[in-house]
């Protein structure tokens, strides 16, 4: 497998596909500072394995979503299968855990160029979830892929805050962040400073990648999660944008050149299970995955955003995902590209 991915609009060529199987709940402080962040630790949903039939559902829309990149030509990837509630991890530092999913293979590899990097997430479940994917990353460097790891934390209690929702959760202390905390515009990153990243997970990112020839920018639009149900290029030039977070006045400098679909008519579908709070925002339907230029996938349910992408000449391919919100994980989520037609370019002079 050569790996070569600088955006996410280029022609796809080789994906990862997501499963549910095995899914759970967690609950402990580092699940509450990203994903629930506005409830009470009482109003948090118990910890343990999801329903089988939201496992079983999901499935079978992942199966679906895999099925149809196959027919459009495109190599899909499935990570292995590990269960979770047979794990339970220990580093010594005062905490314990066992695993998450394997649903968003997004969120802990951040793909550039020929590069696999494994990010140092906050969230204590999913400290070792990327050994799902290990015969794929080795598969990778095998073919000349080059696999890094950032710095792993220690996650240790000191590392969230809960007081103060009009900052970030996640404090300063050590290296960390999500991969969707990055956006991907060629030579150009930009960096969400949230819930999910910090500072020093942009420093760090800096550090490594200007050497290269990148172009680190940062932004801190909103305190919470990852910037791929906010900030999505669609092609050279134009970027949907979710118009609850981005506006004209904080819209991030790189794109002020750029053609903006300001849009948040998301279509919400709700949470899966009865009295149980969903783990990310309704703007989780903005979460589509780009073939081409021309071409998305996205929740089939997402009819206005369709409409929408339709007046800029891009065709939506709609595919059932009824568990997005449950799962916290929509199309783009769900799925980690691995090689796309095209080069290295600047976008953003």
């Given amino acids: 497998m050569i790996v070569n991915t600088h955006n996410d609009w280029d022609t796809l060529e080789e994906i990862i596909v997501g499963r549910a199987d095995n899914s759970r709940i967690a609950n402990d402080i580092s699940a509450h500072s990203f994903g629930y962040a506005t409830l009470s630790k009482e109003e948090l949903p118990p910890a343990g394995r999801y329903p089988q039939w939201v496992i079983d559902e999901a499935n079978e829309d992942a199966d679906g979503l895999a099925d149809t990149l196959t027919k459009m030509g495109v190599k899909v990837h499935r990570p292995k299968i590990i269960d979770w509630d047979k794990k339970n991890y220990d580093i010594g530092q005062g905490w314990n855990t066992k695993g998450w999913y394997s649903w968003c293979p997004r969120d802990l590899i951040l793909p550039l160029g020929d590069m696999l990097i494994e990010t140092p997430t906050?969230?204590?479940?999913?400290y070792f979830e990327t050994r799902l994917y290990e015969d794929i990353l080795y598969e990778a460097f095998e073919d000349?892929?080059?696999?890094l790891q950032a710095p792993k934390p220690k996650l240790k209690d000191e590392m969230?805050?809960?007081?103060?929702?009009?900052k970030p959760t996640l404090l300063n202390h050590?290296?960390?962040?999500?991969?969707?905390?990055i956006v991907r515009v060629g030579k150009d990153l930009l960096y969400q400073v949230s819930n999910s990243g910090n500072m020093k997970g942009y420093k760090w990112l800096r550090r490594l990648l200007e050497p290269m020839g990148y172009k680190l920018h940062y932004s801190e639009l909103y305190s919470f999660a990852h910037f791929d149900s906010t900030i999505i290029p669609l092609r050279p030039g134009l970027v949907l944008l979710n118009s609850s977070r981005v506006n004209e006045d904080n819209c991030p400098e790189i794109f002020r050149k750029w053609d903006k679909i300001y849009f948040d008519d998301c279509v919400v579908q709700g949470n899966a299970i009865d009295g149980?709070?969903?783990?990310?925002?309704?703007?989780?339907g903005m979460n589509i995955l780009s073939v081409d230029q021309n071409t998305i996938i996205c929740d089939d349910k997402q009819e206005p955003l369709m409409r929408e992408l339709d007046k800029h000449g891009i065709d939506s391919v709609p595919v059932k995902f009824r568990h997005a919100m449950t799962l916290s994980g929509g199309i783009h989520c769900a799925t980690l590209d691995l090689r796309r037609k095209g080069t290295l370019e600047s976008y953003c002079d």
Avoid at 122 to 126: F, I, L
Avoid at 160 to 166: A, G, H, K, P, V
């Fill in 122 to 126: 906050p969230v204590r479940a999913r």
């Fill in 174 to 181: 050590e290296i960390c962040f999500d991969a969707p905390n």
């Fill in 276 to 284: 149980y709070p969903a783990p990310c925002s309704p703007y989780i």
């Fill in 160 to 166: 969230y805050q809960l007081e103060d929702l009009s």
């Fill in 144 to 147: 000349g892929a080059l696999w």
